[in-house]
């Protein structure tokens, strides 16, 4: 298994692309420590992994999977969970800055003030924080995986989405910084770039919000962007999360500070 004796704590792993992420990890001998807002969520998801994912390690109390609660805008909750996680599984081998929302689908000049950083809080703010907390015992071991959950929206104009846009590309930016400092001691930072995962519920209410704007019904508008793309579909949270294995495992060791396309053909650099 690619994760055997690893510990991961993903970030808005309740739904999507982070319970993906999170179920793949588990099939592959990893623990993982889930956080995002809503607890039935999280809680569906890890009773999900522990029925189904291999046995632990008695030092992990037998346990694949276990969450808390928080709201990560939140410099405290940010530090709870950190703690916790090391509390329920003694170190973090891996972090996985995924949580984020869209935000108000609005032009610059109607965007507001306080929903441009709500949105820039959750998705890099939150990940600067996180960061920030787990690699000092990152540096100290010799080892450790930071992969930032960027977007598309980093690396193509798409109206409508400024702050989310912003959020998305600061992400590359705090990725590439990171890697730099982190290369010489053992820690491992790159981004993934999904393209649309229209089976979440974020990419369902962007598809409605952006067909109402458009004057055109939801089918229309999807297709209209998929066919955009090379491969003219979307891509799936399985795909999203098989790229996430691939760059926190061992067969990436010589990768870092990358930012990776997964996007069925639609950004080149």
Same mark, same amino acid.
């Given at each position: 298994?690619?994760?055997?004796?690893?510990?991961? =704590?993903?970030?808005?792993? *309740?739904?999507?692309?982070?319970?993906?992420?999170?179920?793949?990890?588990?099939?592959?001998?990893?623990?993982?420590?889930?956080?995002?807002?809503?607890? !039935?969520?999280?809680?569906?998801?890890?009773?999900?992994?522990?029925?189904?994912?291999?046995? +632990?390690?008695?030092?992990? !109390?037998?346990?694949? $999977?276990?969450?808390?609660?928080?709201?990560?805008?939140?410099?405290?909750?940010?530090?709870?969970?950190?703690?916790?996680?090391?509390?329920?599984?003694?170190?973090?081998?891996?972090?996985?800055?995924?949580?984020?929302?869209?935000?108000?689908?609005?032009?610059?000049?109607?965007?507001? #003030?306080?929903?441009?950083?709500?949105?820039?809080?959750?998705? +890099?703010?939150? $990940?600067?924080?996180?960061?920030?907390?787990?690699?000092?015992?990152?540096? $100290?071991? *010799?080892?450790?995986?930071?992969?930032?959950?960027?977007?598309?929206?980093?690396?193509?104009?798409?109206?409508?989405?400024? $702050?989310?846009?912003?959020?998305?590309?600061?992400? +590359?930016?705090?990725?590439?910084?990171?890697?730099?400092?982190?290369?010489?001691?053992?820690?491992?930072?790159?981004?993934?770039?999904?393209?649309?995962?229209?089976?979440?519920?974020?990419? !369902?209410?962007?598809?409605?919000?952006?067909?109402?704007?458009? &004057?055109?019904?939801?089918?229309?508008?999807?297709?209209?962007?998929?066919?955009? #793309?090379?491969?003219?579909?979307?891509?799936?949270?399985?795909?999203?999360?098989?790229?996430?294995?691939?760059?926190?495992?061992?067969?990436?060791?010589?990768?870092?500070?990358?930012? =990776?396309?997964?996007? &069925?053909?639609?950004?080149?650099?």
């Amino acid at each position: 298994m690619l994760l055997q004796d690893q510990i991961a =704590l993903i970030t808005g792993s *309740g739904r999507g692309i982070g319970r993906a992420i999170a179920r793949l990890f588990a099939k592959e001998g990893a623990a993982v420590f889930l956080t995002a807002r809503t607890e !039935k969520e999280l809680a569906e998801t890890a009773a999900e992994i522990n029925a189904s994912a291999p046995p +632990l390690p008695s030092s992990s !109390k037998d346990r694949a $999977a276990a969450y808390a609660t928080a709201d990560l805008t939140r410099a405290a909750d940010c530090a709870r969970i950190v703690s916790q996680c090391r509390e329920k599984f003694a170190k973090i081998d891996i972090l996985v800055n995924n949580a984020g929302h869209y935000g108000p689908v609005l032009p610059v000049e109607d965007y507001p #003030l306080a929903d441009f950083d709500a949105v820039l809080s959750v998705h +890099l703010r939150s $990940a600067f924080l996180l960061s920030q907390l787990v690699l000092p015992e990152m540096y $100290a071991r *010799g080892s450790g995986v930071i992969l930032n959950m960027s977007s598309l929206s980093a690396k193509a104009a798409f109206s409508w989405g400024s $702050a989310y846009a912003a959020a998305k590309a600061g992400l +590359l930016g705090l990725t590439r910084v990171t890697a730099a400092e982190a290369a010489r001691k053992g820690v491992r930072v790159n981004a993934i770039c999904p393209g649309p995962v229209t089976e979440t519920r974020m990419s !369902k209410e962007l598809g409605a919000d952006l067909a109402r704007r458009l &004057g055109v019904n939801p089918e229309e508008q999807l297709q209209a962007f998929l066919n955009g #793309l090379l491969q003219g579909r979307a891509q799936t949270a399985e795909e999203i999360a098989r790229a996430a294995l691939f760059l926190c495992s061992s067969q990436s060791s010589a990768i870092t500070g990358q930012s =990776l396309n997964v996007d &069925g053909g639609a950004a080149f650099y």
